[in-house]
């Protein structure tokens, strides 16, 4: 019996469709001046409103590489100083990777990505019996849920830049900004030019993680999207087999041709944001840990913590959806055993069987461009790591 009491972020009324999966990210989407999913209107206000979208674009996306130009800068100008090093390095390497490989990448790949949704859409389970026997509104729920608490991290972190660096201004008379960055000018002693600074920073931070939370909970909504399918299939295979169907089966071989498809074009238009984020997530996550472990300061500890947070979720979030589509390829080879397919006197319908098991044998796996494979195990191999570059930082800091 399903729990009524627990949190719900959509009551949903009827049938639930795919699209549920991607509202909080189109809304993200359209706010940074980005629309997904462009309609066709040829009407002069429509036209006004494009142009003004983009404009919104540019200029986000002006604003990023303007702070990503005052970041290298800082990490040339203290090249030799390694706790300057390590209080900018997670920012300088975050946001090229998050701007470049993610938010550039899927508006370059527009059409791809909106030809990926097309695929997905006709197997997501549109009839109210389906959707209550694979508990899809629970599934979407327990998603957005997990949603809102990785935004929070971000959140947090944003916010706490802010408010500390208003919190040394307005009680102690303190100027200064909790992100080391370069700025052409040094006249920060000035209130003023001092409040737009810091404005400016939590501007540029707050787009970055607009840009972050966007891009990876869409591609983890195709992910999950794609393993929901797998279920499905897995199941309605068990069925077909146990009925001796053989028209069904000989359909079903379609549609496991077609879900394989789809799986290979996830990989191929998301494999460089798959490594990028294990590379990154793992120096984010020991960078940051590592000021968390050695600083003092107030502001550097409130800011730690989020992006310690932040870095974690992400990098277990890649994993976690990653051994999610292993398990659901994985269950459609343990429906087949768990059925009467040995027993099958048609050998025609026996063969077809025995080519999905072994086909479903062979583990899909989410690999980032041939490196890595996006599974749990990955995820305790990069703790692993990123703990040995932490100890490596914090030897040569207490060296120097």
Not at 43 to 49: D, L, R, S
Not at 143 to 157: N, P, R, T, V
Not at 224 to 249: C, P, R, T, Y
Request: aromatic fraction near 16%.
């Amino acid at each position: 019996m399903e729990n009524n009491n627990q949190i719900r972020f959509i009551d949903f009324e009827g049938k639930i469709k795919s699209e549920d999966y991607f509202t909080l990210q189109l809304k993200l989407f359209n706010f940074i001046g980005c629309d997904l999913i462009k309609k066709k209107s040829s009407t002069q206000k429509y036209k006004i409103f494009s142009i003004l979208k983009t404009i919104q674009f540019l200029a986000c996306a002006t604003n990023v590489i303007l702070f990503m130009i005052t970041l290298f800068t800082r990490t040339i100008m203290d090249i030799q100083n390694i706790a300057i090093i390590v209080k900018v390095l997670p920012n300088a390497i975050n946001i090229p990777y998050n701007f470049f490989s993610k938010y550039v990448l899927i508006n370059i790949r527009r059409q791809k990505v909106l030809k990926l949704f097309k695929n997905l859409k006709q197997f997501f389970p549109t009839t109210k019996f389906d959707q209550k026997k694979y508990k899809i509104e629970t599934q979407i729920n327990q998603f957005i849920k997990a949603l809102y608490y990785y935004s929070i991290c971000y959140f947090l972190l944003v916010s706490s830049t802010t408010v500390y660096s208003a919190y040394l201004l307005f009680f102690h008379k303190i100027r200064k900004p909790l992100i080391e960055i370069w700025f052409p000018f040094d006249d920060l002693e000035n209130n003023l030019i001092f409040i737009i600074t810091s404005l400016w920073i939590a501007l540029s931070g707050g787009i970055c993680c607009l840009v972050l939370i966007a891009c990876d909970w869409t591609i983890f909504a195709f992910v999950n999207i794609l393993a929901i399918a797998f279920d499905m299939f897995g199941e309605e295979l068990k069925f077909a087999i146990n009925q001796e169907d053989e028209k069904s089966v000989r359909n079903l071989i379609k549609k496991h041709k077609k879900l394989i498809a789809i799986f290979d074009e996830i990989s191929e238009i998301f494999s460089l944001t798959f490594l990028c984020s294990f590379f990154v997530g793992a120096a984010s996550v020991s960078v940051s840990g590592f000021q968390l472990a050695t600083s003092n300061d107030l502001g550097e500890i409130t800011y730690s913590i989020p992006y310690t947070l932040g870095s974690l979720s992400q990098i277990f979030l890649y994993c976690y959806f990653g051994q999610r589509i292993i398990d659901s390829t994985y269950g459609v080879s343990k429906n087949i055993n768990e059925s009467n397919w040995i027993l099958l006197k048609n050998f025609k319908l026996k063969k077809m069987i025995s080519m999905i098991s072994q086909r479903s044998q062979k583990l899909n796996s989410l690999i980032a461009y041939g490196f890595v494979v996006l599974n749990l195990e990955t995820f305790s191999m990069i703790m692993s790591s990123a703990f040995s570059y932490f100890t490596l930082l914090k030897n040569l800091y207490f060296k120097n």
